[in-house]
């Protein structure tokens, strides 16, 4: 009865290759996000869909694509891997107008090589 | 642009000892500020939170303290205890939440 699931929860793949990465939410939330954790432990925002509408979309490259097909549903198609994206990514999901925190997806580990 | 800065990077203390972890932000227009824990391979947890119109709130253990004037809050964790061992992140926010790079504390038994 997972809140917030993501897969794959492991990525292995190499340079060059193209992947995705999945994220449904069942908590009725009205926005989603996709965040990367660096092996630094840093948390970045990347993207956020409010009711299935790009609202965030930071300083990220052109290779990542995010895609709401519903609220319930955000999902990240990465083209070209190069060994930098190699990183956690989490999704998150959160009630916009509650201004209330976010709870997060169990992660995906993206390893390229 | 929106920043967070959060300090120390590391804490070591020991068990019974109090943890305060300190955060600033940058956008005065925040009015939200979550603590989050995040345990070794794990998703970041919710632990605590407040908002602009509050100082202070505690829940058992931990507390957390907001000065808006000086953009400053913090974390407080009392009688500490080695599952208390983790990275904990600050953040802020009106919306779009801002994490501060987050404290790696270590509770020895």
């Known amino acids: 009865d997972t809140a917030v699931s993501q897969t794959p929860k492991y990525l292995v793949t190499q340079m060059g290759n193209d992947k995705s990465i999945k994220c449904e939410q069942n908590?009725?939330?009205?926005?989603m996000y996709w965040y990367k954790q660096d092996s630094k432990k840093f948390l970045k925002i990347m993207f956020s869909y409010n009711n299935k509408e790009l609202i965030i979309n930071e300083t990220v490259p052109n290779r990542f694509s995010p895609k709401s097909p519903d609220k319930a549903h955000l999902n990240l198609h990465i083209n070209s891997l190069e060994l930098g994206d190699s990183a956690v990514y989490f999704c998150?999901?959160?009630?916009?107008?509650?201004?209330?925190?976010?709870?997060f997806g169990s992660g995906t580990r993206l390893t390229v090589v | 642009g929106e920043n967070v800065e959060q300090h120390p990077s590391t804490l070591s203390v020991q068990e019974g000892d109090s943890a305060v972890i300190k955060c600033t932000y940058s956008?005065?227009?925040?009015?939200?500020f979550p603590w989050y824990k995040q345990e070794l391979g794990k998703r970041p947890q919710l632990i605590i939170d407040i908002r602009s119109n509050v100082g202070e709130k505690k829940d058992q253990r931990i507390a957390v303290t907001l000065n808006k004037t000086a953009k400053h809050f913090s974390l407080h964790i009392t009688e500490t205890q080695p599952e208390d061992s983790a990275v904990y992140f600050c953040?802020?926010?009106?919306?779009?939440?801002?994490f501060g790079q987050g404290t790696e504390l270590s509770v020895k038994p």
């Open positions: 953040a802020a926010g009106l919306g779009k939440l801002i």
């Open positions: 998150a999901s959160s009630q916009r107008e509650a201004g209330k925190g976010y709870t």
């Open positions: 956008d005065s227009a925040s009015n939200y």
């Open positions: 908590l009725g939330h009205d926005t």
